[in-house]
Nanobody, 127 residues
Framework: QVRLVESGGGLVQTGGSLRLDCAASGRTSSRLGMGWFRRAPGKERDFVAAITGDGADTYYVDSVKDRFTISRDNAKNTVYLEMNNLRPEDTAIYYC????????????????????WGQGTQVTVSS
């Protein structure tokens, strides 16, 4: 079992920045692929970014490229999502997820590949 706990959400103005943390515990491994998803009000849970277990490969949805950065510190069992130049449309509950299979980051854009999920953290961007 893997437990994931997100933190770092909050209220920020348009153009501001936030960093989300996802701390993993339990049967953790640096081989776990990790992803960030978000669910805006009234919408489905959508892919944001993914990173492979070794951190060498990342993938982003087009709408956050050049604004968000996913990274990880395997010594701390933590994955980060640095979010810059935030927009009101980034408002959502953000979830991290773990994938126990080895696969390229682009293949982790599908919600179906994930085995474990965190409880989510709210990000609100005011206009």
């Amino acid at each position: 079992q893997v437990r994931l706990v997100e933190s770092g959400g909050g209220l920020v103005q348009t153009g501001g920045s936030l960093r989300l943390d996802c701390a993993a515990s339990g049967r953790t491994s640096s081989r776990l692929g990790m992803g960030w998803f978000r669910r805006a009000p009234g919408k489905e849970r959508d892919f944001v970014a993914a990173i492979t277990g070794d951190g060498a490969d990342t993938y982003y949805v087009d709408s956050v490229k050049d604004r968000f950065t996913i990274s990880r510190d395997n010594a701390k069992n933590t994955v980060y999502l640095e979010m810059n130049n935030l927009r009101p449309e980034d408002t959502a509950i953000y979830y991290c997820a773990a994938d126990v299979q080895l696969r390229p980051a682009q293949a982790m854009a599908s919600i179906r590949v994930y085995d474990y999920w965190g409880q989510g953290t709210q990000v609100t961007v005011s206009s």
